[in-house]
Structures are given as structure tokens and as C-alpha cells.
């Protein structure tokens, strides 16, 4: 089933899908934007990898094509083609590679990032000041950053408004299109990274209108670390060229050519060395679950949940740290506390998985997750009321 289907027709069988992940046995956990719970696919699709190699002991061939299978499930994710995907080893992976194909010695040097940003974004992009770049940050204004912030900031001279979808620390989602819009009204190109957001709603890189985006398989993807993807716009791929590279990113890769550098005509240029082969094997089962059950299916899943999360909340008093209209946030929920370390030990005593930023407590849902759940989390967290605001 496509991750764009209707989902009105859609009949899922949540018990059955959250039968496939484990830790529900043990735990409950509700932790996604941390790392994505484990499903025996997943597990199998590893094991595969390992009795291959004790079989084989090797087989490029069928290794290539095993990144070559991630690149098209990615490029279905984000409804790009494969052409406009890089798989790499990490989000940071793609940002260097991409920042090393960026110029900032001309008038166009100023590169526009949030409040909002994962600390690898903004430190990659700081970074590129030794290199001529201006970096200038947008900020919150009541606890959101509205448009017209962003307005504000990009100009004829910026090169790249480079943000995130959904913030790591409060749930936060900008409004894509929007930036897009004001953006490319202006001559500069966009960045989305969508570790937060991608498998948790549809999302088209071409409807939204987003030159390049980053993302990997640790959390909502439900593969695991060491395996990301660059997607980067048809039209712009051979007018950038990295010099952050390796073999897998020439034409040939079996040329093995040692005379020259000769990049890849599609996104495949921004690649570097070897791939992550197991961590590949790993990331096809996981996206195979998310395109099984489809992503219409999943963001409304994700949607009930958020609004049970946000309801509970407020029936107990407690502070939202993300904002409450549905449409400015992802999957997470996030709530204010006293001391939200301790609460997250008090929890996980309790065989209940969270997580914390910025002192708030930080719920992710996902599909796999349910109504009982929630409860289960409540009901500690009427017991914990102490490490809350």
C-alpha cells in the first residue's frame, strides 16, 4: 500500500502491528522521537544480513542493490525519485556533503536557520563561516515561530533558509510550505530536516516545494542508526558539486578510477564511502512497515493519539510545552516540569519509556501505540505530579 493512498479505505489492524514490536510486552513505551521501537522485521531483516555473510562471506553485487532497494523507499516516503536521493550514513552526512557544495564567496552568502533546529543543523551551518557564510538565527515570538518571522529575516542575500519540521525539543512543527514560499520568493533555496517528522505524516517533497531535505532511520522510520538520506531537487543536482565525496558517489563505482573525480549525474554524487549494509537491511524493513500500512493511515493514528495526549493533559492540569493547535505540531507532546530527569527516572522505575529536553517531558507516540497506553502514562504521571508544573 502506497504512502499516499486514501486512507478513508484503509481498514488497519493496530493489535496486529503492535504485535510486531516486542518491547510492548515489557514496557510501555512512548519514545519515538528518541529511537523508534524495535519490530521482529526488523530484527529478522539483520539476522538476514548475518546469515548472508556466513554463507557468503560476500556479495557486492546483491549490496548495491540493496542500497539501490533503500533509495527508491526512501524516494517513495517523500514522493521524490530515486534519482533525487543520496543514502547516507546520517542526517549530518548529507548536510556536510551537501554544505561542502555550497559557495559563499559571493553577495548571496547568508544562511537562515530557527530556534528551532537540532544542534547538528546549526552547527553544520555555523561551521560554514570559515567558509564566507552569514548564519542568522529566527527566534520564537509566544512560543512559536510564526511566518512572519521567517519574513523578516530572508532576503536577497540568503543562499539557504535551512530548518526543521518538527522541533527535537517541544514537538514544534513550522509551516513548510510557507517557508518554501518566502524562500523562493526571494532566490534562495530551502532545507528541511525531517528526523521528527518523516513516517509520522504524508509528506511530499514536491508539493511542499523543498529543494533539498534530511532524515534517517532511528526514529519514526523504525530502522535504526548509521543509515540516513539527502533528498535533493532534480533541478539542482548537477549545478552543485561536493567536495565532501568518496567512491560510492562517482558514475562508475567500479571504475575504480584513481585519475580523476567524476560525480554521479543524479543525487547519488552527495554519497560518500562504503554504505551501511546491515544498517540498510535494517532500514528496508522498517520503511516496508510504514509504506504497508500507509501514511495517511499513520498521521491519523498519531493525530488521535496527540489529541488523547492533549486532553489528558489538560483534564490534569498540566503545561504544554508544545504548542495545542494540531497544525503547529508533530507527533510530540511535550509537558513543562520541575525536574524532568527525575520524572523520566521515576517513569522508566515504572517500565514506562520517555524522554526529556529543555526540562519537558517528551511523549512520541506512534502508530504502534494506544489509547492504554496514555492511560498508563497518566495514571504515573498523577502519581509523579511533584516533578510537574
Known sequence: MH????????????????????????RTYINSCS????ATDVQQAIE?????????????????????????????LLGAKPAEIAVTTSASAGLNSLASALDFTGPRNKIVISDYEFPTDAQIWYAQERRGARVCRVGETDGYIPLENFARAIDAQTRLVAVTQVCFRNGARLDIPGI???????????????????????????????????????????GTAGVGF??????????????????????????M???????????????????PVVNIYAAIAGLEILHEVGLPAIGERIATLTAGIKSR??????????PSEPE????????????????????????????????????????????QDLDTLFAALEELREYLL
Open 313 to 322: 493533559a489538560a483534564a490534569a492540569g498540566l503545561q504544554l510545552a508544545t
Open 230 to 255: 539527502l533528498y535533493v531537487r532534480e533541478s539542482l543536482v548537477e549545478q552543485l558539486v561536493p567536495t565532501v565525496t568518496g567512491w560510492f558517489a562517482q558514475e562508475d563505482i567500479f571504475a
Open 257 to 275: 578510477d584513481t585519475t580523476r573525480y567524476d560525480p554521479a549525474h543524479s543525487a547519488r554524487r552527495f554519497e560518500t564511502g562504503t554504505p
Open 180 to 222: 518554501a514560499r518566502l524562500a523562493h520568493e526571494h532566490g534562495a533555496w530551502l532545507l528541511v530536516d525531517g528526523y521528527q517528522g518523516f513516517g509520522t505524516m504524508p509528506f511530499d517533497v514536491h508539493a511542499a516545494d523543498v529543494d533539498f531535505a534530511v532524515g534517517g532511520c532511528v526514529k519514526y522510520l523504525l
Open 35 to 38: 529511537y523508534g521501537a524495535l
Open 328 to 371: 503547529r505540531h508533530g507527533a510530540m507532546i511535550a509537558l513543562r516540569c520541575r525536574d524532568a530527569a527525575a520524572l523520566v527516572a521515576a517513569l522508566e522505575k515504572r517500565a514506562i519509556v520517555t524522554s526529556h529536553r529543555d526540562n519537558n517531558l517528551r511523549i512520541s507516540p506512534h502508530f504502534y501505540n494506544n489509547e
Open 48 to 76: 538476514r544480513y548475518l546469515q548472508d555473510r556466513l554463507e557468503l562471506g560476500c556479495d557486492w553485487d546483491y549490496w548495491v542493490e540493496r542500497n539501490e532497494t533503500a533509495r527508491a523507499a526512501f524516494a517513495r
Open 3 to 26: 504512502g499516499q493512498a486514501d486512507s478513508q479505505q484503509i481498514t488497519v489492524d493496530w493489535d496486529a502491528l503492535r504485535a510486531r514490536f516486542p518491547v510492548f510486552a515489557r
